[in-house]
């Protein structure tokens, strides 16, 4: 069992710990799932560190889908002066909170 890694979802990487709760780009799984996660960039054992080129082989963390939603609502509003043009457009991301569950190093 490891004390935390860095790992990799949706393009972004996150320094995460056994119960640690993350917020990801929504992912295609259903609530109260497991994920695994097979992106180990980095992995820290007791004393020993761990590092990928790129990803640390045999090293793999769990996670638990928690819930799915949507953030807050960003508005992009566009102007253009003495033309009477204006536009407003509201935008709101989907996630995937998670939590993870347990990390494993490489067996060695």
Same mark, same amino acid.
């Given at each position: 069992?490891?004390? @935390?890694?860095?790992?990799? $979802?949706? %393009?972004?990487? @996150?320094?995460?710990?056994?119960?640690?709760? =993350?917020?990801?780009?929504? =992912?295609?799984?259903?609530?109260?799932?497991?994920? #695994?996660? +097979?992106?180990? $960039?980095?992995?820290?054992? %007791?004393?020993?560190? =761990?590092?990928? &080129?790129?990803?640390? +082989? %045999?090293?793999?963390?769990?996670?638990?889908?928690? +819930?799915?939603? /949507?953030? &807050?609502?960003? $508005?992009?509003?566009?102007?253009?002066?003495?033309?009477? @043009? &204006?536009? /407003?457009? %509201?935008?709101?991301? #989907?996630?995937?909170? $998670? +939590? =993870?569950?347990?990390?494993?190093?490489?067996?060695?």
């Amino acid at each position: 069992m490891a004390d @935390y890694a860095v790992v990799e $979802l949706g %393009g972004r990487q @996150y320094r995460v710990s056994p119960g640690d709760l =993350i917020t990801v780009e929504r =992912i295609a799984a259903n609530v109260g799932d497991e994920v #695994p996660v +097979e992106r180990v $960039l980095m992995v820290r054992q %007791g004393e020993r560190t =761990i590092v990928g &080129r790129p990803t640390v +082989e %045999g090293a793999r963390a769990t996670a638990r889908v928690v +819930e799915h939603g /949507r953030g &807050r609502k960003v $508005l992009v509003f566009k102007y253009k002066p003495k033309v009477n @043009y &204006r536009r /407003r457009r %509201g935008h709101r991301q #989907p996630f995937t909170r $998670l +939590e =993870i569950r347990s990390i494993e190093g490489p067996a060695t």
